[in-house]
């Protein structure tokens, strides 16, 4: 009896904590003008209810909202034009990979993400075709200039987290379903304010790092200049999470069971203004006055809403 409860304690100790699977494969490297190809422009309208108008790729070129060097890809959006408030939002861009991914690890080397007031940048994955019933994980998302970066899952009713798992982070909602609390979600708050926002940028941005398994879902963030895996800095041509520490957000599949729960997903990346969670957050983030009015009236407070990207590694 003894070696039966012994057993059943190790197995549920071993959900609660990151598994070590092993190293993983470069499989696509995306660099400077890689990202016009690797991407796909979605000029759609927003499905948080952003004020943006997201533009093609073709436009986005002509307005200098994405550019690219040798190892810089910048995605923004507009600052210069004042709008028609009966018109369409601020221009901005929404790109979505070609490839798809389950079992893998990426890898975002990011100098700058956009700040400022009425901001809601994120990097994601999902398949939006089947959404949400092909499950959601947020990487990098915040809005307002509000840190810690937060690293989110949303499903269909039935996915949940423990309340007690192994990661450096802070768990909000446990309940991933999207239906409940407002679709908040299964969240991790980060613990350092650099994860996110003017202080990710005046450090110089750094790296986010998830890997996903059938077992759980794991994102790290390290910091430039800090202390970062060697692999996950040189961009070598092949990566171990096991040796990356314990992650900033661990998501295990002990009450998920993720083949259920998370399609093949495409990487998004996006810029929206206000919206459904900027939008409703505004005021009490201490931003002054009405967000669209911002948006509508105020180019110049968006000069700083930017993206730059350093690579994006995908590992398999």
């Known amino acids: 009896m003894k070696s039966i409860v012994s057993t059943s304690l190790a197995l549920l100790a ?3 904590t990151p598994m070590l699977v092993g190293a993983y494969q470069l499989t696509d490297q995306i660099i400077g003008n890689d990202f016009f190809n690797a991407f796909e422009w979605e000029a759609i309208a927003d499905p948080t209810h952003g004020r943006v108008n997201y533009v093609d790729q073709p436009m986005s070129r002509s307005q200098n909202l994405t550019f690219a060097s040798d190892n810089t890809f910048i995605l923004r959006t507009d600052f210069s034009s004042v709008l028609d408030p009966n018109g369409p939002g601020r221009n901005s861009v929404r790109i979505r990979t070609k490839k798809t991914y389950t079992t893998h690890v990426a890898v975002f080397d990011i100098r700058h993400m956009p700040q400022g007031c009425a901001t809601w940048p994120a990097v994601w994955e999902t398949d939006e075709a089947a959404w949400p019933n092909g499950g959601e994980t947020d990487i990098l998302e915040g809005v307002n200039d509000q840190s810690p970066n937060a690293a989110t899952l949303h499903t269909k009713t039935g996915c949940t987290m423990p309340a007690a798992r192994t990661q450096t982070g802070t768990s909000g ?8 609390n407002g679709n908040t979600g299964c969240t991790v708050k980060f613990p350092t304010s650099n994860s996110y926002g003017p202080n990710f940028n005046s450090n110089g941005g750094g790296w986010y790092a998830m890997e996903r398994t059938p077992d759980h879902i794991s994102v790290w963030f390290f910091p430039r200049n800090g202390n970062t895996p060697s692999d996950i800095q040189s961009g070598a041509a092949s990566v171990n999470p096991a040796n990356w520490g314990t992650p900033a957000a661990f998501f295990p599949n002990t009450s998920c069971n993720f083949p259920s729960f998370f399609d093949a997903h495409n990487i998004i990346i ?47």
């Open 173 to 180: 909602q446990n309940d991933c379903d999207v239906a409940v």
């Open 14 to 16: 071993s959900s609660l």
């Open 270 to 316: 996006n810029l929206t203004l206000c919206g459904d969670f900027a939008g409703a957050v505004f005021g009490q983030d201490g931003c002054p006055g009405s967000c669209v009015d911002l948006v509508n009236n105020n180019p110049g407070a968006f000069q700083q809403a930017f993206f730059d990207f350093a690579s994006i590694r995908v590992y398999q």
